[in-house]
């Protein structure tokens, strides 16, 4: 059950704001989200350690529970990779488990309790944090920036620099003679940097999009005890209705931030198809 942070802000306007504040540092563009970089940073390292330890610990007889969900996990992405990716790459299939362990780890921060991690943090002096990386749309575009050089990358490695630049002037509408191909590279130039600046737009803003409404609802439904006590003294009929509305939305949530962090995994897979296929 989501509660209130027991020196929270006093109305649900305060509340909410206070909660979609970074711990940060510097302005605009040059801001640093400190909260959401440590986050990243422990997550990620959980992760390095979780794999590298079951891998170390792992036997050929009757493996614990532990080492088959993992195992599962590892075939079950291997083999998407396998059905997806064309080309030959050793790198593809352990890029799609990372990608899809540590966005699934950082989605899955927002099962926590809204004022738990917030709530310890101001006991020792900080006032804003935001526990959930990929609400951040600082962290999902960077992710997207990743995939996109990586496109570029094996867009490169598998055609050559010729070929590659080449298909910006070729495709989609290819044609015969010089001429022809000359009148048809502007067109084909346009489309293709469009094509290229909407993956990483779309990548970012996909994940952000969900993961900052999910954050945002856990928020509201945390808001009906303060509206309560704010109010009449509903308080008994809000509190409640607080706990059924936070264990449905949990319910249904953990569904999205898997959902999300599949998605994200095949577009990066698909994207990297796509830039090592010779058209």
Same mark, same amino acid.
């Given at each position: 059950m989501r509660?209130m942070?027991?020196? !929270?802000p006093e109305?649900?306007?305060? $509340?909410?704001?206070?909660?979609l504040?970074?711990?940060?540092? !510097?302005?605009?563009f040059?801001?640093?989200?400190?909260?959401s970089?440590?986050?990243k *940073?422990?997550?990620a390292?959980f992760f390095?350690v979780?794999?590298i330890g079951? @891998?170390?610990?792992?036997t050929?007889g009757? +493996?614990?529970?532990l080492?088959c969900?993992?195992?599962m996990?590892?075939?079950?992405?291997?083999?998407l990779?396998k059905?997806?990716?064309?080309?030959?790459?050793?790198l593809?299939a352990p890029?799609?488990?990372?990608v899809?362990?540590?966005?699934f780890?950082m989605?899955?921060?927002?099962?926590l309790p809204?004022?738990?991690?917030p709530?310890a943090a101001?006991? #020792?002096?900080?006032?804003?944090?935001?526990?959930?990386?990929?609400a951040?749309?600082s962290t999902?575009?960077?992710m997207?920036i990743?995939v996109f050089?990586l496109?570029? $990358?094996?867009?490169?490695k598998h055609?050559?620099?010729?070929?590659f630049?080449?298909?910006?002037?070729? #495709? +989609?509408?290819?044609?015969?003679?010089?001429?022809a191909k000359?009148?048809?590279?502007?067109?084909?130039?346009l489309?293709r940097?469009?094509e290229?600046g909407?993956r +990483?737009?779309?990548?970012s803003?996909r994940?952000f999009?969900?993961m $900052? @409404?999910?954050?945002?609802?856990?928020i509201?439904?945390?808001?009906m005890?303060?509206g309560?006590?704010? !109010?009449?003294? *509903?308080? $008994?009929?809000?509190g409640?209705?607080?706990?059924i @509305? !936070?264990?449905?939305?949990?319910?249904f949530h953990v569904l999205?931030?898997?959902l999300?962090a599949?998605?994200?995994?095949m577009?990066?897979?698909?994207y990297l198809s796509m830039a090592?296929?010779?058209?």
């Amino acid at each position: 059950m989501r509660t209130m942070a027991a020196e !929270g802000p006093e109305n649900m306007t305060g $509340y909410i704001s206070h909660h979609l504040v970074h711990l940060s540092t !510097g302005e605009g563009f040059r801001a640093l989200h400190l909260d959401s970089i440590f986050f990243k *940073l422990v997550l990620a390292l959980f992760f390095i350690v979780l794999f590298i330890g079951v @891998a170390r610990r792992a036997t050929s007889g009757v +493996p614990g529970k532990l080492q088959c969900a993992i195992e599962m996990l590892v075939e079950w992405v291997d083999g998407l990779v396998k059905e997806t990716f064309h080309g030959r790459s050793q790198l593809i299939a352990p890029l799609a488990l990372t990608v899809f362990c540590l966005t699934f780890l950082m989605n899955f921060m927002d099962m926590l309790p809204v004022d738990l991690l917030p709530a310890a943090a101001h006991h #020792v002096g900080i006032e804003h944090l935001r526990v959930v990386p990929t609400a951040d749309l600082s962290t999902t575009f960077g992710m997207a920036i990743c995939v996109f050089l990586l496109i570029q $990358y094996y867009g490169i490695k598998h055609k050559g620099l010729g070929g590659f630049l080449t298909e910006f002037v070729t #495709v +989609p509408f290819h044609a015969d003679g010089i001429v022809a191909k000359i009148l048809l590279a502007p067109a084909n130039l346009l489309l293709r940097l469009i094509e290229e600046g909407v993956r +990483p737009v779309s990548l970012s803003l996909r994940l952000f999009g969900n993961m $900052y @409404a999910g954050e945002l609802i856990f928020i509201l439904i945390a808001c009906m005890t303060l509206g309560a006590s704010l !109010g009449s003294g *509903l308080t $008994y009929v809000m509190g409640p209705l607080q706990l059924i @509305a !936070g264990f449905v939305w949990t319910g249904f949530h953990v569904l999205i931030i898997t959902l999300q962090a599949f998605i994200f995994m095949m577009l990066t897979v698909v994207y990297l198809s796509m830039a090592a296929e010779h058209h």
